[in-house]
């Protein structure tokens, strides 16, 4: 069996470089470059679907050591029920964006796709490795490939030079998180072996102090690529800037490899840590999730509405996590394994939902040539079928049932009740109450901004020509975002069946006893909700006279047009004068007369939301940065001899240190 597994795994290897490669021999012919570059990225997708499956499934983890690659690194992989899982949710999303491809990159034509094809195929290759290697020197090395491969992805439109400044803020953010997590893999190493197994073997015997050393630094790295609070800033602007199948991989899965990360070394590598670990974990879960969805709400570039939402929804994983990591301080294994499982969930949850929902807005984008929501309306007409599906993933990231974003958040506020309930200390008591309040704020404002996304982009009039000349997406794309908006419905009524396989995840990663299987009754009243809906809907349908006559809305004897409908700025103002002071918005109000004083016949209304932790926390640290750059300069001065005897001293300085 384990001889089968290696051979999906390396087909499914050569697909991926063969997606990479072909393109490039024949770049000439654009429809074959594309054909060339997604077609094999469906078929690896989908094998490497099935070996995830099959990693996460059985107990037996599968091993292939490959040989040194480096004295002391071996190329070695690892598919556990861990790194099955998130390879399986990995190859999934990357199969479909591949298959959504094939028609929404028709719209590049011009651009060279043979580049695409090669860039978007390391990227999905390098993912997949990122989470099934077992050393840390070659996971660094697929990581850099990772970052590199989606910065090239983002500034695929580099004439632009908005796109241009995103990709910089995105290298710049994300090789800050890559220094930390090198830290932390430095001192967890101590200068000894770099296998996964060698860490967790000495992680036992270091100090308190140094492993909190550890998780800081892990906390940061992978933070900072997973777009938490305050490290989130290349997040919004990257993922709008690439294009909208590279930003439904990056959002859906890209983010989780970061997650997989934190889980990797902070709760399986360094054990059980002090209760404060789990605390800030949640903390930072906390701030995420509530400033996430605030900046959301405020959003009318419709991909940098979703980008935003992905931060919210990392915090909501984080937030289950966190509670996993307090109750594995207190020695309790099997909420730990919960709350952990939990979390997992909704890492599977968000990365089907938000995928449909970046696929959701290429095709409108595809459609209209536009992100912005308050051009568009009345897409429901033109596009009905990518309408239904893109509404499937607004209800689903809402936390409504019964659909998979609530099966997952509901778990996750199971945890952390628990957590309130535990009675070990106030204090804890307290965390757990205000996690849970967080919680449900954070779903009411998510409601609140798919409401306005769905409605003012779907529904109503057309306010542009761009929306009133478009048209339904292509059968391709279509059937690319189906399967996704399927997957929300079946989770959201089956979660115990998947609760249960996630349960084995979390328990390889904190042990303890075996854990019984969660009971089914969950499904049951979920199954028997949608089938009153339903029910309640086909009778609604069928009453004598119940069939609408469509007519005019009678407008007070004033012809309404696509002016009067409710604005997406209208919509989310109450929200934004209540969070004023996190949101900090800033009114421009400038007046045109043509006969002064008395006679006005332009009036210009601007609102914009200040970014404050951009305007107190980067912009002085790199007003710092600039000024102690300018006085270092003066090393600079272009003498190569001068230059040799910096590298000499600090070479007798690393070598007197290693001694």
Same mark, same amino acid.
């Given at each position: 069996?384990?001889?089968?597994?290696?051979?999906?795994?390396?087909?499914?290897?050569?697909?991926?470089?063969?997606?990479?490669?072909?393109?490039?021999?024949?770049?000439?012919?654009?429809?074959?470059?594309?054909?060339?570059?997604?077609?094999?990225?469906?078929? !690896?997708?989908?094998?490497?679907?099935?070996?995830?499956?099959?990693?996460?499934?059985?107990?037996?983890?599968?091993?292939?050591?490959?040989?040194?690659?480096?004295?002391?690194?071996?190329l070695?992989?690892?598919?556990?029920?861990?790194?099955?899982?998130f390879?399986?949710?990995?190859?999934?999303?990357?199969?479909?964006?591949?298959l959504?491809s094939?028609?929404?990159?028709?719209m590049?034509?011009k651009?060279?796709?043979?580049?695409?094809s090669f860039?978007? #195929?390391?990227?999905?290759?390098?993912?997949?490795?990122?989470?099934?290697?077992? #050393?840390?020197?070659?996971?660094? %090395?697929?990581?850099?490939?990772?970052?590199?491969?989606?910065?090239?992805?983002?500034?695929?439109?580099?004439?632009?030079?908005?796109?241009r400044?995103?990709?910089?803020g995105?290298i710049?953010?994300t090789? @800050?998180?890559?220094?930390?997590?090198?830290?932390?893999? /430095?001192?967890?190493?101590?200068?000894?072996?770099?296998?996964?197994?060698?860490? =967790?073997a000495?992680?036992?015997?270091?100090?308190?102090?140094?492993?909190?050393?550890?998780?800081?630094?892990?906390?940061i790295?992978?933070?900072?690529?997973?777009?938490?609070?305050?490290?989130?800033?290349?997040?919004? $602007?990257a993922?709008p800037?690439?294009?909208?199948?590279?930003? =439904?991989?990056?959002?859906?899965v890209?983010l989780?490899?970061?997650?997989?990360?934190?889980?990797?070394?902070?709760?399986?590598l360094?054990?059980?840590?002090?209760?404060?670990w789990?605390?800030l974990?949640?903390?930072?879960?906390i701030?995420?999730?509530?400033?996430?969805?605030?900046?959301?709400?405020?959003?009318?570039d419709?991909?940098r509405?979703?980008?935003?939402?992905?931060?919210?929804n %990392?915090?909501?994983?984080?937030?289950?996590?966190?509670?996993?990591?307090?109750?594995?301080?207190? $020695?309790?294994?099997?909420?730990a394994?919960?709350?952990?499982a939990?979390?997992l969930?909704?890492?599977?949850?968000?990365?089907?939902?938000?995928?449909? +929902?970046?696929?959701?807005?290429?095709?409108?984008?595809?459609?209209?040539r536009?992100?912005?929501?308050?051009e568009?309306?009345? +897409?429901?007409h033109?596009?009905?079928?990518?309408?239904?599906? /893109?509404l499937?993933?607004?209800?689903?990231?809402?936390?409504?049932?019964?659909?998979n974003?609530?099966?997952?958040?509901?778990?996750?506020?199971?945890?952390?009740?628990?957590?309130?309930? =535990?009675?070990?200390?106030?204090?804890?008591?307290?965390a757990?109450?205000?996690?849970?309040?967080?919680?449900?704020l954070?779903?009411?404002?998510?409601?609140?901004?798919?409401?306005?996304?769905?409605?003012?982009?779907?529904?109503?009039?057309?306010r542009?020509?761009?929306a009133?000349?478009?048209?339904e997406?292509?059968?391709?794309?279509?059937?690319?975002?189906?399967?996704?908006?399927?997957?929300?419905?079946?989770?959201?009524?089956?979660?115990q069946?998947?609760?249960?396989?996630?349960?084995?995840? =979390?328990?390889?990663?904190?042990?303890?006893?075996?854990?019984?299987?969660?009971?089914?009754?969950?499904n049951?009243?979920l199954? @028997?909700?949608?089938?009153v809906?339903?029910?309640?809907?086909?009778?609604?349908? #069928?009453?004598?006279?119940?069939?609408?006559?469509?007519?005019?809305?009678?407008?007070?004897?004033?012809?309404?047009? !696509?002016?009067?409908?409710?604005?997406?700025a209208?919509f989310?103002?109450?929200?934004?004068?209540?969070?004023? *002071? %996190?949101?900090?918005?800033?009114r421009?109000?400038s007046?045109?007369?043509s006969?002064?004083?008395?006679?006005?016949?332009?009036?210009? *209304?601007?609102?914009?939301?200040?970014?404050?932790?951009?305007?107190?926390?980067?912009?002085?640290?790199?007003?710092?940065?600039?000024?102690?750059?300018?006085?270092?300069?003066?090393?600079?001065?272009?003498? %190569?001899? @001068?230059?040799?005897?910096?590298? /000499?001293?600090?070479?007798?300085?690393?070598?007197?240190?290693?001694?």
């Amino acid at each position: 069996m384990a001889g089968l597994q290696e051979k999906l795994l390396f087909i499914a290897l050569i697909l991926y470089l063969s997606g990479a490669v072909l393109p490039l021999m024949f770049r000439r012919s654009t429809s074959m470059s594309l054909l060339l570059g997604c077609c094999p990225g469906v078929a !690896a997708g989908a094998l490497g679907l099935a070996l995830g499956l099959w990693g996460m499934l059985y107990p037996d983890p599968l091993v292939i050591n490959l040989g040194y690659i480096l004295p002391g690194v071996e190329l070695g992989i690892l598919i556990d029920r861990l790194a099955g899982f998130f390879l399986a949710t990995i190859s999934m999303i990357a199969a479909l964006a591949s298959l959504y491809s094939i028609g929404y990159m028709k719209m590049y034509v011009k651009e060279n796709l043979a580049w695409w094809s090669f860039c978007y #195929n390391l990227f999905v290759l390098s993912m997949s490795l990122v989470v099934i290697v077992n #050393n840390t020197v070659v996971f660094l %090395i697929f990581w850099e490939l990772m970052t590199l491969a989606s910065y090239f992805l983002v500034t695929f439109e580099y004439r632009h030079q908005q796109v241009r400044k995103a990709g910089f803020g995105y290298i710049v953010m994300t090789h @800050l998180g890559t220094v930390f997590i090198i830290s932390a893999f /430095f001192i967890l190493s101590g200068g000894g072996d770099w296998g996964f197994a060698d860490l =967790a073997a000495r992680s036992e015997s270091l100090s308190a102090t140094t492993k909190s050393l550890v998780f800081a630094c892990a906390l940061i790295g992978f933070g900072t690529k997973a777009g938490v609070v305050p490290l989130h800033l290349w997040l919004p $602007s990257a993922h709008p800037a690439a294009p909208s199948n590279v930003s =439904a991989v990056m959002s859906g899965v890209m983010l989780k490899t970061a997650i997989y990360g934190m889980i990797r070394v902070i709760i399986d590598l360094l054990g059980p840590g002090p209760a404060w670990w789990g605390g800030l974990v949640l903390a930072v879960g906390i701030v995420s999730a509530i400033v996430g969805v605030l900046y959301a709400l405020m959003e009318h570039d419709l991909k940098r509405l979703l980008a935003f939402h992905s931060v919210e929804n %990392i915090g909501i994983i984080l937030m289950g996590l966190g509670a996993g990591m307090i109750f594995y301080s207190w $020695s309790m294994p099997v909420p730990a394994a919960i709350a952990v499982a939990a979390g997992l969930f909704h890492v599977l949850n968000h990365a089907i939902f938000k995928s449909l +929902l970046f696929l959701g807005a290429g095709s409108v984008y595809y459609a209209t040539r536009t992100r912005d929501i308050e051009e568009l309306g009345g +897409l429901i007409h033109k596009m009905p079928q990518t309408a239904v599906l /893109f509404l499937v993933g607004a209800v689903s990231i809402s936390a409504i049932p019964p659909f998979n974003g609530f099966a997952s958040e509901y778990q996750i506020y199971q945890s952390l009740l628990a957590l309130s309930l =535990a009675k070990v200390s106030g204090f804890w008591s307290a965390a757990g109450v205000l996690a849970c309040a967080a919680l449900a704020l954070t779903g009411a404002l998510a409601a609140a901004c798919f409401v306005k996304a769905f409605g003012v982009s779907f529904l109503a009039r057309p306010r542009s020509q761009k929306a009133a000349g478009a048209s339904e997406a292509p059968p391709v794309m279509r059937i690319g975002m189906a399967p996704l908006a399927v997957l929300c419905l079946a989770l959201g009524l089956i979660p115990q069946v998947v609760m249960n396989s996630l349960l084995g995840v =979390a328990a390889q990663i904190v042990p303890g006893p075996d854990l019984p299987p969660l009971p089914g009754a969950f499904n049951l009243s979920l199954a @028997l909700l949608l089938a009153v809906i339903i029910a309640a809907l086909a009778g609604l349908a #069928n009453l004598p006279g119940g069939r609408a006559r469509r007519t005019e809305t009678w407008g007070c004897g004033i012809v309404t047009d !696509a002016s009067m409908e409710y604005t997406a700025a209208s919509f989310s103002q109450p929200v934004r004068r209540v969070y004023r *002071f %996190i949101l900090q918005p800033k009114r421009e109000v400038s007046t045109d007369y043509s006969l002064l004083p008395y006679f006005n016949y332009r009036m210009h *209304f601007e609102e914009r939301i200040k970014s404050v932790i951009r305007d107190f926390l980067y912009k002085p640290l790199r007003e710092f940065t600039i000024a102690l750059s300018k006085k270092w300069r003066c090393i600079q001065c272009g003498n %190569i001899n @001068l230059y040799l005897g910096y590298i /000499f001293v600090t070479l007798i300085i690393l070598l007197v240190w290693v001694r």
